[in-house]
């Protein structure tokens, strides 16, 4: 049964900070790996797609990774700025097509 | 193309009501998934469909919840005889096919009183 983990639950830092948010998944065999945004009483905004086959993507401050072997993403924010706070998702899916979220991490920039 | 459109945006029902929860997705877009986002939770798979079929509804609970995407019009969650553990957001999202990532609408929030 894929699991999605996603550490920190929380974090803040000073405007202008780079930072790393980190999203692990138990079985490898994916199709895709997705970070999205979500605004607070808002519905979900996406950021990457990563296919399977490959390492990275970037948009913009934005950077993520892909290490399938090891079950590992991570997104990847430069020069932070109060309007990137918000909770940050990552989702997975799976060989049978269903998509599987983290639980998230809730960024705050401090201004 | 005006993105993955769910109404209501708030819907408020009493225990014991039925609601509705509507989806249409991306033109050109024929799988869909519903997802459910408690409080302080994440979100949590409930049904996968393509058109007139449903292709995985291991999310959903057996009773009360029932979903459905037909030839023509939006994709329907429904909720018979709500309960207060209902109320949550729904969200639901489309794709053209599973792997190539998926546009999510900006949910309808059901309260239940």
């Known amino acids: 049964k894929q699991e999605v983990t996603q550490i920190p639950a929380a974090l803040s830092v000073p405007e202008g900070e780079n930072l790393v948010l980190n999203c692990s998944f138990t079985d490898s065999a994916i199709y895709n790996l997705q970070w999205f945004r979500q605004d607070p009483g808002k519905g979900l905004t996406s950021l990457l797609l990563i296919q399977s086959s490959q390492r990275e993507q970037t948009s913009g401050r934005l950077n993520a990774s892909l290490d399938k072997s090891s079950g590992r993403s991570t997104l990847y924010i430069a020069a932070s700025q109060p309007g990137d706070s918000a909770t940050y998702l990552c989702?997975?899916?799976?060989?049978?097509?269903?998509?599987?979220f983290g639980k998230g991490t809730r960024l705050h920039i401090l201004p | 193309n005006a993105g993955v459109m769910q109404n209501p945006r708030h819907l408020v029902r009493r225990r014991g009501q039925e609601a509705r929860l509507r989806c249409s997705p991306m033109?050109?877009?024929?799988?869909v998934y519903w997802y459910r986002q408690l409080p302080e939770e994440g979100l949590k798979f409930m049904v996968y469909?393509?058109?007139?079929?449903?292709?995985?509804e291991s999310g959903m609970p057996k009773e009360r919840f029932s979903a459905e995407f037909p030839k023509e019009g939006p994709s329907i969650l429904r909720i018979q005889q709500v309960v207060r553990g209902d109320s949550a957001a729904y969200f639901c999202?489309?794709?053209?096919?599973?792997?190539?990532?998926?546009?999510f609408g900006s949910g309808t929030r059901l309260t239940v009183v």
């Open positions: 989702a997975v899916m799976n060989r049978d097509d269903k998509i599987i």
């Open positions: 469909l393509q058109k007139e079929n449903i292709i995985d």
């Open positions: 033109k050109g877009h024929s799988h």
């Open positions: 999202a489309s794709s053209p096919s599973g792997k190539n990532g998926y546009t």
